[in-house]
């Protein structure tokens, strides 16, 4: 293609298309999401297949901490393959997780139908970040919050979509959906050239992107995907030997550690960049305030929301629609406030919207959900663009390893975490309260990433009196705001990083994207 597109200032037909395409590829990983909390939030799924909350968060995790896997692999490939390559396989991840949902009879088909799309969906993420970036490479922040504008468009859509077929219709015509945009993407980018991605094109050598996220960056992502795989492979076995979390987490590091020597000696022991791995960390708290949450809001508000008449799901559509418009115009917004500055003030935006959310009742909960939406919209999109200005030299492989923390993070903490602090609160305000009842529907212990839990059974929930069903609604109720209360932490956390992060570059003089000099090797060390 022609490099003088990669100015940013203007671009050609094929390469509008090219973006769209990337676009209307992100509204797909969308719809695999809004879809998982509709049938969740409405109950379908949490029946059919017997669920617990955790379980169900489960769900939801394994519907983003796959997507690491995919993300990061690709990145460590993409510029050989090819990002054409990459697109076909995430093609035929969605085609094949959408039958295989549809097939699904238990709990274990779910979620490896789930893990599929989560593959397909980073696969796509590992494609469409750096080809945005190489392609507007002067305005970067600006144009990757317009292309994750597809994100919550895409939640828009399918939300509407999933309220319009109500809960009449067959869930399995509810996943097939997903089919469509899928198509369309595929169709858009088939035969399509894609960019030679910047660091490529300035000759920055394949150690030294790797030095970038490091020994210690690599250590970090290793850690939390072999988290998840012992928990995911052997989860049971630990539970039977009465294993301490602690002793697991020991397991973990040490399997970690052997998995990066390779690495570490690849990149001569480079730890990675300071700042690099200070953003892989804030990724931890931004991912669960951002996306956690968007797992489980529609579920948490349903109580407040079915007293308005409505479903809890509109609290997501009506968020996703904030988010979706005010990335468009991020542009104007960025060049203002600078992306630190604009992060610091969405993350006070945020703690405050959790805050009031826990708290609001009735027309209130549309303020709160006001707050929240304009809080997390440019999270996401503003530390890829952050991460793609100051880490430029790591390629494919920096960006992409920001998204697969955040993904992983959320994955196996966010989104667990908020169905484990229902599931305690529930367990321990009930048995308080009424230990008959209690031992009544509450199941055996079962073990997540956070140790063992007890939770209410849905299917034991069928044997209670009206009466009963309603103290333990109301036990729900409370442990659901308690949830949002305790996430309201993490953007306040956010907000201090952020604000030592605009010091900082304040001594330096001030926050400057780093440029990239074409056929520029830099200080390789012997790379």
């Known amino acids: 293609m022609d490099n003088g597109a990669n100015a940013g200032s203007g671009i050609g037909a094929k390469e509008k298309w090219l973006f769209w395409g990337c676009f209307i590829s992100l509204i797909t990983t969308a719809f695999g999401f809004m879809i998982r909390a509709d049938l969740i939030l409405t109950g379908v799924w949490t029946a059919e297949f017997n669920l617990s909350q955790t379980e169900s968060g489960q769900i939801f995790g394994v519907g983003l ?31 094949l997780s959408a039958v295989l949902t549809i097939m699904a009879d238990s709990y274990s088909g779910l979620y490896w139908a789930t893990f599929i799309v989560a593959l397909g969906n980073g696969t796509i993420e590992a494609v469409i970040n750096p080809v945005v970036a190489t392609l507007f490479n002067k305005e970067k922040t600006k144009w990757l919050n317009i292309l994750h504008a597809g994100w919550p468009g895409g939640l828009v859509l399918a939300g509407f979509i999933m309220l319009a077929m109500g809960e009449g219709v067959d869930w399995r015509w509810k996943v097939g959906s997903i089919i469509v945009p899928a198509v369309v993407y595929g169709v858009m980018l088939a035969g399509r050239k894609f960019p030679i991605n910047e660091r490529v094109e300035a000759g920055i050598s394949y150690r030294e992107m790797c030095s970038e996220v490091g020994s210690l960056g690599a250590l970090i992502l290793v850690f939390l995907i072999v988290t998840e795989l012992t928990n995911v492979f052997f989860g049971a076995t630990f539970q039977e030997n009465q294993w301490s979390p602690w002793a697991i987490r020991g397991l973990n590091l040490g399997i970690s550690i052997v998995v990066c020597i390779p690495y570490a000696a690849f990149v001569k022991g480079a730890i990675g960049r300071w700042m690099f791995i200070f953003l892989m960390l804030i990724m931890i708290p931004l991912a669960t305030t951002e996306l956690g949450t968007d797992s ?4 948490l508000m349903n109580p407040e929301m079915q007293k308005l008449g409505l479903s809890g799901l509109w609290v997501l559509i009506y968020t996703s629609a904030i988010m979706m418009i005010l990335r468009f115009f991020a542009g104007p917004i960025v060049h203002r ?3 630190l500055g604009l992060l610091a003030i969405s993350s006070l935006i945020a703690a405050a919207g959790l805050i009031f959310l826990s708290k609001a009742s009735g027309f209130s909960i549309l303020i709160a959900a006001t707050l929240y939406g304009f809080g997390k919209t440019f999270f996401w999109p503003t530390m890829l663009g952050v991460v793609a200005e100051q880490s430029p030299k790591g390629g494919a492989l920096s960006l992409n390893a920001i998204g697969g923390m955040g993904m ?18 529930v367990d321990k305000e009930l048995k308080s309260a009424n230990e008959a009842l209690h031992a009544k529907v509450v199941g055996d212990s079962k073990m997540s990433v956070f140790g063992s839990y007890q939770s209410v059974e849905p299917k034991k929930l069928e044997t209670v009196t009206a009466d009963e069903k309603k103290e333990i609604e109301g036990i729900q109720g409370k442990a659901k705001k308690s949830a949002l209360m305790t996430v309201a932490i993490l953007p306040i956390i956010m907000l201090v990083c952020y604000i030592l992060m605009i010091f900082y570059f304040k001594s330096k003089g001030g926050y400057k994207a780093i440029e990239l000099s074409t056929g520029g090797g830099g200080d390789s060390g012997g790379h």
């Open 408 to 425: 992983l993070s959320v994955g196996i903490i966010g989104a667990a975490l908020l169905g484990n602090i229902q599931d305690k609160q």
């Open 337 to 339: 406030l600078s992306p």
């Open 296 to 299: 489980w809001i529609g579920d």
């Open 65 to 95: 901490w796959p997507f690491a896997i995919s993300i990061i692999l690709f990145s460590l490939i993409i510029d050989k393959i090819g990002y054409g390559w990459a697109m076909v396989f995430a093609f035929i991840c969605h085609i």
